[in-house]
C-alpha cells in the first residue's frame, strides 16, 4: 500500500518570501501521479499543482511549483512571493497511474497535512 | 457552475440516530468518493464509486453504507452513529481517466453526541 508523509506539521513564512513545504511517499509502482491540494479555512479543497510520475520536468503553476525527485520519492512545494491567501492547510497525495479492473487505484492517498501560516 | 455539492453542510446527531449525507455532481463524472477527515489525519477514503449501480469499500468503511441509484449523486449513510464518526466529511468526484484530478465538496461538519 501507498503511503504519504508530511513531516512538517506547520510552516510559517514573510509574506513576500519563499517556503518549501516537504512530501515524502512510498510506493512500488513506476507510474503515478502527485498531487497538491490546498484547504483554507473555508474547508475547501483545491487542486494548488500535479505532476506526472513519467515526466522529468517539474511541474508550475504561477507562483507555485514542485521538486520532484522521483529516485528519493520526494516532492515538494515551493511557494513564491508568499501571499496573505496562501494560508491554509496544504496537502500531498498520491494516486495510481495503474488501472485495475475494480478502479481502487483512482483513490487518492492524502498525507497529514502541513498548516502554513504567512505574517505580514 | 456548481460542481460537487453536499448536503447539509452542519449536523449534529445523537449516538444511535441515523441519516444520510447526500452528495451531487455536475461534470458527469463516472468516480465518486467519500472521504473523512480526522484531525491530524489527513483525508481517508471510506467508500467510493466507479460508476451509476457500483459502490465498494475504502481504507475505514466500518459503520457507513452508500448507494450510487443515479450518476450524478452519491449518498452516505449512517445507520447507527457513533462519536467515533464526528469528523468532517468530504465528496469527492473525477472521470474514469487516471490524470484527471478530483473536485471535492465543501465538505460537511457532523457532530455525534
Known sequence: ??????????????????????????????DYYL?????????????VIRQEAYKQQNATENR?????????????LK?????????????????????NSGGSNYKLTFGKGTLLTVNP | ????????KFRVLKTGQSMTL??????????????RQDPGMGLRLIHYS??????????????????????????????SAAPSQTSVYFCASSLNTYNQPQHFGDGTRLSIL
Open chain 1, 35 to 47: 498531487f497538491w491540494y490546498k484547504q483554507p479555512p473555508s474547508r475547501q479543497m483545491i487542486l
Open chain 1, 1 to 30: 500500500a501507498q503511503t504519504v508523509t508530511q513531516s512538517q506539521p506547520e510552516m510559517s513564512v514573510q509574506e513576500a518570501e519563499t517556503v518549501t513545504l516537504s512530501c515524502t511517499y512510498d510506493t512500488s509502482e513506476s
Open chain 1, 79 to 99: 511557494i513564491s512571493d508568499s501571499q496573505l491567501g496562501d494560508a491554509a492547510m496544504y496537502f500531498c497525495a498520491y494516486r495510481s497511474a495503474r488501472l
Open chain 1, 64 to 76: 507555485f511549483s514542485v521538486n520532484f525527485q522521483k529516485a528519493a520519492k520526494s516532492f515538494s
Open chain 2, 22 to 35: 447526500l452528495c451531487a455532481q455536475d461534470m458527469n463524472h463516472e468516480y465518486m468518493y467519500w472521504y
Open chain 2, 50 to 79: 466507479v460508476g451509476e449501480g457500483t459502490t465498494a469499500k475504502g481504507e475505514v468503511p466500518d459503520g457507513y453504507n452508500v448507494s450510487r441509484l443515479k450518476k450524478q449523486n452519491f449518498l452516505l449513510g449512517l445507520e
Open chain 2, 1 to 8: 457552475n456548481a460542481g460537487v455539492t453536499q448536503t447539509p
